[in-house]
């Protein structure tokens, strides 16, 4: 596989800042030397506290120092100092590609395609089941979101064919297989196969499995990349049908994950994130409110109470970008969808702070309200992507919005049919009875049109879980008999059986933590 | 909702659970999608794989089936089946006559305008006959909302929202009265119908579920108590 750059130096495109003959992929810092040889004998020796130091750490201060704007060495160059092990130089591309996805620009087609091809032959490795090391959660989980990303940005990349030069288009034509819709999803689904990571969950829900309990990783002597890679690749999946739109299917992807529960998608906080932020996102597409609020509102909390401790990490700014999203997304589900009691307190003050205003609008139903209700979700909605290859063709265009427009113009779509129901939320408020006749008068529509939006209510309130039962949203209801509305009032009842759970749990702690305590 | 009648094609099910991802399958789902027209059953996960393999491969979409699947996804509500085959439809294609059509009655079934449904569906009814059941479908769809809504729903609403009247829906009520447990009572202005008591029309019925703990909340303190 040879290192890009070899091809590039006849006709690179506008090079970086750096001087124009600045990268040579066959030099070797000696820092990189050290690294190298330390990263290797780490993995062979499964010290995974220290593969996660050097991955985490060492690799992201080298980058920053000496290879700002520039690629690590190629793997041809490094591979002396690991004595050639073919893994090991799939992995250390790995981490090349990821580099140069985040640092280098333009980046080529070519690059993208080679990234393919090493994702492919590293994923091919694991699946073929003969890889023996213990990698740290934050390295497979990153590789399975870099992996999704890689083709999210491809998708993008050979959608904008306007501005195109005859050699990029070239190269777009030559890399067609690269990045193939299929490909990508076959690898995935392979890794949940091959790992056969469902039937695991299930054995490990009656108590004939460790793998929750180790974090994921194998006391055993194995290896823990195949399992865990096939955990990561259903949130993987669920990513991608998200951004293809098919939201049911990516729901079913994640079916096996119980979100109830601690697991191994928490470990790692961009895991935990990412899961809860596309799981929501999928059912407020398929309009179930209620339980992505009830998402949101869990891990918004998680975040505020534990994101000082993720300050210096690399993925500070990724949570803190999630973090804003799905307060968006909270507004957009607590407008069509009002709620009295599921948003904790530190989560609501935080998402007035936010989003009051655009609340207040986006509950009007007027025209100021859909601009609101556009702007949100187009600033919180995942990049959806055209799966199907470009034409090449003339006349060329940029149609890597159309998937994006599409979601949008029906996501607004549903606003506009909920339009007429904030109305009689308002009126309804205010009477215990009243008849149709009077309530139409108010409204100044006719009894006709008054039954169908009485009706709509009950239907929009009312969603489809996904055991196909009838599951009721509203915060308030109504019943009528003939001509006479009756409006039923929900008291808020306290619930004290959650918060006994809660105490009893917070004192079993401070009991482990007095019984440590002791006395001289 | 259509989803008790799985169909016993457990071939294309098998396909589509263990490898969806698969160009080749694409005829059998296509298959599979007149089948279900046919023999009147139904099934979302095969419907949504179609249409996620003409996303891949749009030159191999046919406008046709396409038209059947959202016949069919319509014939499945409340549940919102028929915007999440929207949304794996580029928009380009939903602009062809057909899937406007389909789009304006969609519209009208989510709000309720069952008038204006059934003029419409009368209009376009060579779109529509194409797929067996579809009427009754609907008409269950217009009853399931008016349970959710109604104690009492007068003669009228009723009519105009399963677009039958006179004799035939005579034979509605009594058949109903009879196997459904609806009660036909006179009202102030016409018949009133009862419909049979659930905890959407009659919120007394409702479990309070905001006091009830989930169980696997519980199990969260099993370690404390053991």
Known sequence: MAAP????????????????????????????????????????????????????????????????????????????????????????????????????????????????????????????????????????????????????????????????????????????????????????????????????????KEGLEQFTATDGYDYEGGSNVLKVLGYYSMIGLLRIHCLLGDYHTGLKCLAPIDLNQQGVYTIVIGSHISTIYHYGFANLMMRRYVEATREFNKILLYILKYKQYHQKSPQYDQILKKNEQMYALLAICLSLCPQNKLIDENVSTQLKEKYNDKMTKMQRYDDEAYAAYDELFSYACPKFITPSPPVLDQPLTNYNQDAYRLQLKLFLYEVKQQQLLSGIRSYLKLYSTITIGKLAQYMEVDEATLRSILMTYKHKMHSVDSDGKIVSSADFDFYIVEDIIHIVESKPTKSHGDYFLRQILKFEEMIGELEKVQFD | MATEQAAENYTVEDLVALNPYNPDILNDLEKFVNEQVSSQTYN???????????????????????????????????????????????????????????????????????????????????????????????????????????????????????????????????????????????????????????????????????????????????????
């Open chain 1, 5 to 204: 750059y070899d091809r590039e130096d006849g006709l690179a495109p506008a090079p970086p800042q750096h001087a124009p003959d600045a990268y040579d992929p066959n030099y070797v810092p000696d820092s990189v030397k050290t690294f190298v040889v330390h990263l290797y004998r780490h993995i062979r020796d499964k010290n995974v506290y220290e593969i996660h130091q050097m991955y985490e750490g060492g690799f992201q201060r080298l980058s920053d120092r000496l290879f700002r704007d520039a690629p690590w060495p190629s793997a041809e160059a490094v591979a002396p100092y690991c004595d050639g092990d073919h893994v090991f130089l799939l992995l250390y591309r790995e981490l090349w590609y990821r580099h140069a996805h985040a640092r280098l620009s333009p980046l080529t087609a070519a690059h993208r395609a080679e990234s393919w091809t090493n994702y492919c032959d590293l994923f091919t490795v694991v699946l073929h089941g003969v890889v023996n090391m213990q990698l740290p959660n934050q390295w497979l989980w990153d590789m399975v979101d870099e992996f999704v990303y890689q083709f999210q940005s491809f998708c993008q990349y050979r959608a904008k064919l306007k501005n195109k030069t005859e050699d990029e288009l070239n190269q777009l034509q030559q890399f067609d297989k690269a990045w193939n819709v299929y490909g990508v999803l076959n690898y995935l689904q392979a890794l949940v196969e091959k790992s056969m990571i469902t039937q695991i969950l299930e054995r490990e």
């Open chain 2, 44 to 226: 979302l996960d095969a419907n949504l794989s179609l249409l996620r393999l003409y996303q891949f491969e749009p030159e191999r979409m046919s406008i046709q089936i396409v038209a059947r699947i959202l016949i069919k996804a319509l014939m499945a509500m409340p549940a919102p089946d028929f915007s999440l085959c929207l949304f794996l439809i580029p928009e380009h294609v939903q602009m062809e006559e057909q899937f406007k059509t389909l789009i304006v009655l969609s519209h009208y079934l989510e709000t309720a305008r069952f008038r204006q449904f059934w003029d419409e569906a009368a209009k376009n009814r060579h779109i529509l006959e194409v797929v067996p059941g579809f009427e009754q479908a609907i008409q269950t769809y217009a009853i399931h909302l008016l349970s959710l809504t109604y104690q009492k729903v007068p003669r009228p609403v009723l009519a105009e929202a399963i677009n039958i009247e006179g004799l035939a829906l005579d034979k509605f009520l009594e058949y109903h009265a009879a196997n459904s447990g609806w009660v036909i009572e006179k009202g102030g202005q016409s018949q009133v119908i009862v419909l049979p008591r659930n905890e959407f029309n009659h919120p007394e019925l409702k479990k309070n579920t905001a006091d009830s703990v989930p169980f696997e909340h519980v199990t969260r303190i099993f370690p404390v108590l053991s």
